[in-house]
């Protein structure tokens, strides 16, 4: 996995990168112990044992003012004015994936920027109450938001909020204060991983003051700690700074990326958008997330030692810049008392050799093998960066194509102007061969200094790229042939080229889906939602469930936007991710307003105030009371620390009666087969000794992507639905996944030749024969060489690709098999991974779901007569060279 190490790497001998996905990383040791006190790092951090800052006192309330605030936050503020109010409207004015304002939480803002901090409940599932800035833009700014959260780190938990209310609405000229009363709590995302919490809360009661003055581009952010036990209490404090996916994290001295070390301040960055995390004095430690690829920043940025009864004070700002990192160091210099501006504002133009603005290129600025400034180019090309006079080296995003481009720069006015080459321009025009409808797919593009993949939406792709000569290559999944062409690119020119796909093989009666995916929402993906869709569309997914980790996700606007509501359907749905067991849910109904927006959360905080961690059995036991009537999907489980068979030590040839553990369940409608591959073989036989005990789980091949690599739909799921994609229900879904009408395959397709289809009951005499015609199709990239009939999980025949094979139909095989008992059948197909111009790392495989065979009963294709053959020992070999 990209990321997957989420906040339990605070555990140190846990890490969700062993039950994690993508790109295995090792953890780091965080320096974070799991007791009630801090390590010591006195060294970085101001030790308080007083009230904090000399003359920092708690905001006297204004008279008269209602708790709720200012009652017309939908008025603009003027300059000189501050507000701050309950949002009573439908629209918060915060829009977007990132967008976590709700209607009833608090709109906090002057003439300048706008932020909103959350009533007493919240949306988010990482912590169990409001109270914390969730959404910040410049006035009248309404581009989607990019910012995650702001919210305040007591030792390596948060705060939970008793009450949010207004203290001064800014009516009477001055600033406009929030006032958030809580006590101290574990982070809710780590009890529900781990059922644990790092160190136990040390009873602090907190008030936290969001305070605005008219006028000003930061929020002021002040807690005060009382310590109301009988003891002494030593804590950290800090803040958890979300600066989200679609930022990038700058830290003073070292740039972008994680910081390590310690740090004075933190800037947010996005295209148009800056933020900025600042401390008084003194320096802050991080804790190590942002180095696990986290979008968070958990800064430990003063310790506090209180005796009983008293008071200790911490004091920050959160900056909303005007889009520049500029504008956040300037403001860190003007707030921080030891700290001079470095620098003036420099306007660089970046333009082509023909003269034209370089729109969207990213542009770094290092002096002395030091990062100092960095922006993203505007419409005009230009890009404000904070520079003395000097020599610098800038680094500029390259056209597709080609590396970025370096560039040294003698700074000395105020304007600069740096050239780098005019691009070509690649258009790309998809169609179907069959009938010349235009065809989203996917494009691959090599021969370059850099690859490039990405999709032609609706059959279309215009690109800037660096000129010369590439090899292009169109594709749409398996079902398609592809195709490709050499091109050479001109500077300054546009060529042109249209190209056709063709059928590989006909899928008329099943639509293909992907049940376990991730983008932004999931702590451990950067896709994006729109590239995220994009993708699916370009490789042929039909229906797809989205399933982040604990917040529910519902791409269907999105996709009503990109006008592919004929081409493919999404449910909304979530994985539910304790450490010891993954589980998806889908469909779920989408609730904005609720924890993780309408998911199973984790954890709770129960009727004695005590955080609570639920297990899979409850978890499940909730999910089937929802009125969506989720499907319930076990994933991956075979997986060292996210899997349930593993976790329990399940074997396949006792079966389910001999697991004696109370997070084991086996209420599941459908079972992953294939997600990674290297377990396909094991899960294969765990999958059989469920079978063969009655637990008809449906077997499923999902990609649980969480980049952008081109594998949504890698494996995928042919759904025996006879309806156009954007025509099917949420009960199409269900009835297919819930009677195993279903084949997996990863580039290839399994049907039969006659009108069998998996799920099938089917009713013979004892000693009868039946005929299976079974196909195993691929494209022009791919080859199945293998395939094995296996029954109550013992395999019965196999067979090798013959050389009279077809192109696109590997096997085209009749299996006959005479039946004594009742009995399932199910077919185990694979072969290489492709390795021409679609290549793959992803070996071909597939399987079917089980066809039911009853002997001598009356079931008359009545699943419920059909008796499970028992548990027994498996006979596996033929489908375990799969995996060895």
């Not at 169990?128 to 800035?133: A, R, Y």
């Not at 080296?393 to 720069?409: N, R, S």
């Not at 060529?495 to 049940?515: I, M, N, V």
């Amino acid at each position: 996995m990209s990321k997957r190490v989420l906040l339990s790497c605070f555990l140190v001998v846990l890490s969700l990168t062993a039950c994690g996905d993508d790109d295995k990383k090792e953890t780091t040791d965080t320096g974070v112990t799991p007791d009630a006190g801090p390590a010591d790092t006195s060294d970085v951090a101001r030790d308080t044992a007083d009230t904090g800052p000399d003359g920092l006192q708690r905001t006297t309330p204004q008279d008269g003012v209602d708790p709720n605030g200012y009652a017309n936050v939908d008025e603009p503020a003027s300059a000189g004015e501050a507000r701050v109010g309950k949002i009573t409207g439908e629209e918060t004015g915060f829009t977007g994936i990132w967008a976590h304002c709700r209607t009833g939480d608090f709109k906090l803002y002057n003439a300048n920027i706008e932020v909103c901090i959350q009533s007493e409940t919240t949306n988010r599932f990482e912590v169990f109450s409001g109270g914390k800035l969730v959404d910040a833009k410049r006035a009248g700014d309404d581009r989607d938001e990019v910012l995650d959260f702001v919210m305040p780190l007591v030792n390596a938990g948060t705060t939970y909020a008793d009450s949010v209310e207004v203290i001064r609405d800014g009516t009477d000229g001055g600033a406009a204060v929030l006032q958030v009363t809580s006590h101290d709590i574990a982070l809710a995302h780590l009890v529900g991983l781990s059922g644990r919490s790092l160190g136990e809360p040390q009873g602090l009661e907190i008030v936290t003051e969001y305070r605005l003055e008219p006028d000003s581009d930061v929020v002021e952010i002040v807690s005060f700690y009382t310590n109301p036990t009988d003891g002494n209490r030593s804590f950290f404090v800090g803040d958890w700074f979300g600066f989200g996916d679609r930022a990038q994290l700058w830290t003073p001295g070292r740039g972008l990326g994680a910081p390590g070390g310690t740090y004075n301040w933190l800037a947010s960055l996005s295209e148009g958008r800056s933020y900025g995390w600042i401390i008084p004095e003194g320096e802050a430690r991080e804790l190590g997330l942002t180095q696990q690829g986290l979008p968070w920043a958990g800064s430990r940025a003063q310790r506090i030692q209180l005796a009983a009864g008293e008071e200790g004070i911490y004091q920050r700002w959160f900056a909303v810049g005007d889009g520049t990192l500029a504008s956040i160091q300037e403001l860190s210099a003007q707030l921080r008392s030891d700290e001079e501006i470095a620098g003036t504002r420099r306007t660089l133009t970046i333009e082509t050799e023909a003269g034209e603005p370089a729109a969207g290129r990213s542009v770094l600025a290092a002096r002395d093998d030091q990062s100092v400034g960095w922006g993203v180019t505007d419409e005009n090309g230009e890009v404000t960066l904070l520079l003395e006079d000097g020599t610098y080296d800038l680094t500029i995003d390259a056209w597709a194509g080609a590396q970025p481009y370096e560039h040294t720069l003698d700074v000395s006015g105020e304007t600069h102007t740096v050239t780098i080459e005019t691009p070509a321009t690649l258009k790309l025009d998809v169609a179907d061969a069959d009938g010349g409808e235009a065809l989203s797919a996917r494009v691959l593009i090599g021969g370059g200094a850099a690859s490039w993949s990405g999709p032609a939406l609706h059959g279309s792709l215009e690109l800037p790229m660096a000129p010369g000569t590439y090899r292009v290559v169109v594709m749409r999944g398996p079902e398609y042939d592809s195709t490709a062409i050499d091109v050479t690119l001109t500077a300054g020119e546009t060529t042109t080229e249209s190209l056709q796909l063709s059928r590989a093989f006909d899928t008329t009666g099943w639509l293909a889906g992907d049940f376990h995916q991730h983008m932004e929402p999931s702590l451990d993906s950067e896709a994006g939602v729109e590239a995220r869709l994009l993708e699916n569309a370009s490789v042929g997914v039909e229906v797809f469930a989205s399933t982040d980790h604990e917040a529910v996700t519902d791409l269907n606007a999105l996709i009503a936007a990109y006008g592919l509501e004929d081409e493919i359907t999404n449910l909304p749905g979530v994985e539910i991710s304790p450490l010891e067991t993954h589980v998806g849910l889908y469909p779920m109904d989408y609730k904005a307003d609720e924890r993780g927006r309408g998911t199973v959360p984790l954890a709770v905080v129960d009727n004695a105030g005590e955080p609570t961690k639920r297990y899979i059995p409850e978890l499940v036991d909730i999910a089937r009371g929802l009125a969506s009537d989720p499907i319930v999907q076990l994933n991956h489980s075979r997986r060292s620390s996210s899997g349930m068979l593993e976790l329990v030590g399940f074997d396949p040839e006792v079966g389910p009666d001999s697991v004696d553990d109370f997070r084991f369940t086996t209420d599941f409608d459908t079972m992953e087969i294939i997600n990674r591959f290297d377990n396909t073989c094991r899960l294969f036989a765990d999958w059989s000794g469920f079978l063969n005990t009655g637990h008809r789980f449906t077997g499923l091949g999902n990609s649980d992507t969480h980049g952008l690599s081109g594998e949504s739909g890698l494996p995928r799921n042919y759904l025996h639905i006879d309806k156009a994609p954007g025509e099917v229900t949420h009960a199409d879904v269900r009835g297919a996944m819930r009677t195993g009408k279903v084949s997996v395959g990863a580039h290839t397709f399994i049907d039969f030749a006659d009108d069998k289809l998996p799920g099938d009951t089917l009713t013979i005499d004892s000693g009868q024969s039946l005929d299976f015609p079974v196909r195993v199709h691929t494209p022009n990239w791919a080859q199945a060489d293998h395939l094995i009939a296996v029954v109550n999980g013992e395999v019965v025949e196999t067979f090798d690709r013959s050389s009279q094979a077809g192109e696109h139909l590997d096997f085209d095989q009749t299996v006959s098999i005479t039946f004594d008992d009742d009995s399932w059948v199910v077919f185990f197909t694979y072969g290489a991974s492709p390795s021409g111009e679609v290549s793959s790392s992803k070996p071909v495989v597939g399987f079917s779901n089980p066809i039911y065979v009853d002997v001598d009963g009356d079931a008359d294709g009545d699943a419920d007569a059909w008796e499970a053959p028992g548990a027994r020992a498996l006979s596996l070999e033929a489908v375990n060279q799969f995996c060895n």
